[in-house]
Nanobody
Framework: QVQLVESGGGLVQAGGSLRLSCAAS????????MGWFRQAPGKEREFVAA????????YYADSVKGRFTISRDNAKSTLYLQMNNLKPEDTAVYYC?????????????????WGQGTQVTVSS
């Protein structure tokens, strides 16, 4: 079992930045591939970014490429999402997810563990 807790969400103006964190506990964090997803009101959950278990490979949705950066610190069992140049359309609840595999995964239903989410609101 892995427990995930997101933090770092909040209200920010368009063009601003936020850094989300996802603290993991339970089984060895370093053996899990991790991802970030988001869900806006009335919309389906969508993929944002993913990272392999050692952090050597990352993958981004086109909508955030060049603005968001996913990273991890296995020594701290923490996943991050640095979000720059935020736009109102980035407003959503952001979730981190984990799966015991070495590759990165972009499909939500393949992940085994999820956090409770953190709200990000970008005002125009």
């Amino acid at each position: 079992q892995v427990q995930l807790v997101e933090s770092g969400g909040g209200l920010v103006q368009a063009g601003g930045s936020l850094r989300l964190s996802c603290a993991a506990s339970g089984r060895t964090f370093s053996i899990y591939a991790m991802g970030w997803f988001r869900q806006a009101p009335g919309k389906e959950r969508e993929f944002v970014a993913a990272i392999t278990w050692r952090g050597g490979m990352t993958y981004y949705a086109d909508s955030v490429k060049g603005r968001f950066t996913i990273s991890r610190d296995n020594a701290k069992s923490t996943l991050y999402l640095q979000m720059n140049n935020l736009k109102p359309e980035d407003t959503a609840v952001y979730y981190c997810a984990a799966k015991n595999t070495i590759v990165y995964i972009t499909t939500s239903n393949l992940y085994d563990y999820w956090g409770q989410g953190t709200q990000v609101t970008v005002s125009s």
